[in-house]
């Protein structure tokens, strides 16, 4: 099956800095991307997504990034705010045979220091 | 619209006790997701649904859990004989899969779980 690896697992940055995190993913069949962010006892709200026909894609402050020769994906985040302190998961599915679950990573706690 | 619902919020039980849980999807939703959430950890997939059938149950951790979904639409997830390790928050997505390819998933505020 599907596997994520996501790095980092804790990322600091003062506010206005960029962050970066990246995920990898094992199943070169998988198609679809999510990223979620999940404030402390919420629940993960879905903040940008890709497919494999797109190499980039950009909403405001965040954007993401897939590579699928090397199967990786990444979050970028710039001009950072207290608000984005959360922990942020990467996600990967593919289509077909009625197949979509996602497959998480594990998670990065983001933290931007004010 | 309503997002997703779950119900309860939050569930204390003893050890032994059976527990159920309820999901409440996007109307017209047609995928439905069930995960559990440890403390701290991320989401482990557990099973999912499309439509009323459930094509991979391969994440439920054993078999004192079970879910049905009926109607399309409200899915209960069953523990038996609860076992502390069972404490987490469970928490249910929905998509609409009407069109064959990965699909945003919608999540609902979860139930916390807590197993004495």
């Known amino acids: 099956g599907e596997n994520v690896e996501q790095h980092p697992s804790t990322l600091s940055v003062q506010e206005g800095d960029s962050a970066v995190i990246k995920c990898t993913y094992s199943?070169?069949?998988?198609?679809?991307f999510p990223w979620y962010k999940q404030e402390l006892g919420k629940r993960p709200q879905l903040i940008i997504d890709?497919?494999?026909?797109?190499g980039e894609k950009k909403d405001q402050r965040i954007a993401v990034t897939l590579n699928k020769t090397a199967k990786h994906f990444s979050l970028h985040i710039t001009e950072t705010q207290p608000e984005d302190s959360a922990v942020y998961f990467c996600?990967?599915?593919?289509?077909?045979?009625?197949?979509?679950?996602?497959?998480f990573g594990k998670g990065t706690k983001l933290s931007v220091i004010p | 619209g309503a997002g997703v619902s779950q119900s309860p919020s939050n569930k204390v039980t003893e050890k032994g006790k059976d527990v159920e849980l309820r999901c409440d999807p996007i109307?017209?939703?047609?995928?439905l997701y069930w995960y559990r959430q440890r403390l701290g950890q991320g989401l482990e997939f557990l099973i999912y649904?499309?439509?009323?059938?459930?094509p991979d149950k391969s994440g439920l951790p054993s078999d004192r859990f079970s879910a049905e979904r009926t109607g399309e639409s409200v899915s209960t997830l069953t523990i038996q004989r609860t076992q502390q390790e069972d404490s987490a928050v469970y928490l249910c997505?929905?998509?609409?899969?009407?069109w064959g390819t990965g699909q945003p998933q919608h999540f609902g505020d979860g139930t916390r779980l807590s197993i004495l």
């Open positions: 997505a929905s998509s609409d899969q009407r």
């Open positions: 109307s017209g939703h047609t995928a």
């Open positions: 649904f499309q439509g009323n059938s459930a």
């Open positions: 199943d070169s069949a998988s198609n679809y």
């Open positions: 890709i497919r494999s026909n797109v």
């Open positions: 996600a990967a599915s593919k289509s077909g045979a009625g197949s979509y679950q996602l497959t």
